[in-house]
């Protein structure tokens, strides 16, 4: 039982902690809850077809066929947090307004729900789609599948339970640096889905160049342990990244940051001639 | 400006370019009853490695290698294909996701 709760923890968490800081960074904002909500009842449904098609899937383009499907699902979640970073930048001061509940309010088809909501959907999607699976088997195996279930369910549990912590910090947040501090832990959580996508070309075969390992701290902090599983959703962190790895990061960061700040409007000009 | 055109494809070359064709080794392994079978599979060093893994149980296992990089799930009753890089000479473990306690291996290069 404890083996089934473990399992799906890391999954859970994994998926989780991304919904929990969109959830965050999308706190007052109206309209925000539909789309989050659609889009992780989406990603649920797609696990339950990728995991009922895993057998086509992994056959599929020569055989590398998952790992192209994990590495396209995440390079879509990365072009959706970039937008919606580059989006935030151009409207974040109105925004602002709107939450401190003076002035302007956005219209909601202005805003950038749905990519946020393509961003939950990814992630449920690829973490949904390896618990359909584990589940599946427990429930075809029929070995004390009662137990076992239960174990599920406490991993699910637990991960939500984790996974809500990252969003009452940022709830917490004062208004001031609110924006500031989303849009950085986005940046650095696309950064991280970025480097992963290109680790699973390089396990498709497809990267071949790059693949020198550069450190490795598994000794410091395996990202294989519950801490490192966090820092490696949040932040990025693996504990043996190859060249390609951390030269794709590096570059996630640079050009969402720069794009970012190429976005947002020009201060606002001198009421009168300047002197 | 011009330059960054040059290091663009540079890099993209780099990333993409095919490495040099070395002989390559076929490893097949199977998965009964939860457990690997052999446990231990042999490869030469240097040498670019396809390992078949064929899950005869009626469960799906996840197949799963830190120092091999793999993270690939094998569906109920098929076969998944993967393609390992030319390793230096060292021990490998690898273990299935779903059942960490019985499925445990290891590719030994030498």
């Known amino acids: 039982m404890l083996g089934a709760l473990v399992i799906v923890f890391r999954e859970v968490i994994e998926a989780g902690l991304i919904i929990g800081i969109v959830l965050g960074a999308t706190r007052g904002m109206h309209g925000s809850r539909r789309f989050v909500i659609g889009g992780a009842l989406a990603g649920l449904l797609g696990a339950g077809v990728v995991a009922a098609f895993a057998g086509a899937v992994a056959e599929a383009a020569g055989g590398t066929g998952q790992e192209l499907l994990n590495a396209a699902v995440l390079a879509l979640a990365v072009v959706m947090l970039a937008w919606h970073n580059i989006w935030m930048a151009r409207h974040g001061r109105e925004l602002a307004q709107e939450l401190a509940g003076i002035g302007r309010a956005v219209a909601e088809g202005e805003k950038s729900f749905p990519a946020l909501a393509i961003v939950v959907g990814a992630a449920v999607l690829r973490e949904g789609a390896e618990v359909v699976l584990f589940l599946y088997g427990i429930l075809a195996s029929g070995e004390s599948g009662a137990s076992l279930l239960a174990g599920a369910l406490g991993g699910l549990a637990l991960g939500a339970a984790t996974s809500s912590l990252v969003y009452f910090g940022l709830v917490s947040i004062p208004l001031r640096h609110f924006f500031s501090v989303t849009s950085a832990l986005l940046t650095l959580l696309a950064a991280g889905l970025a480097a992963q996508c290109a680790g699973f070309l390089q396990e498709a075969r497809i990267a071949t160049g790059l693949s020198q390992v550069m450190w490795d701290t598994s000794a410091i902090l395996s990202d294989t342990s519950a801490l490192g599983r966090i820092l490696r959703t949040l932040i990025g962190y693996t504990d043996q990244p190859t060249a390609l790895q951390l030269l794709v990061y590096v570059g996630a960061l640079i050009f969402i940051w720069a794009a970012a700040k190429a976005a947002a409007p020009g201060r606002v000009e001198a009421r009168a001639p300047a002197e | ?110």
Do not use: Q, W
């Open chain 2, 1 to 110: 400006m011009r330059h960054l055109r040059g290091l663009c494809l540079g890099l993209a070359a780099a990333t993409f370019g095919a490495s040099a064709v070395a002989e390559e080794t076929t490893l097949r392994l199977t998965i009964k009853d939860h457990h690997f079978n052999p446990v231990e599979i042999h490869a030469p060093a240097n040498s670019p490695i396809t390992l078949v893994v064929k899950n005869l149980d009626a469960t799906p296992e996840e197949f799963e290698s830190k120092p091999l990089r793999v993270e690939k799930v094998v569906a109920a009753n098929a076969e998944i294909t993967l393609r390992l890089r030319p390793l230096p000479p060292g021990s490998y473990p690898f273990f299935g996701e779903f059942h960490e306690d019985t499925a445990k291996g290891r590719l030994v290069v030498e």
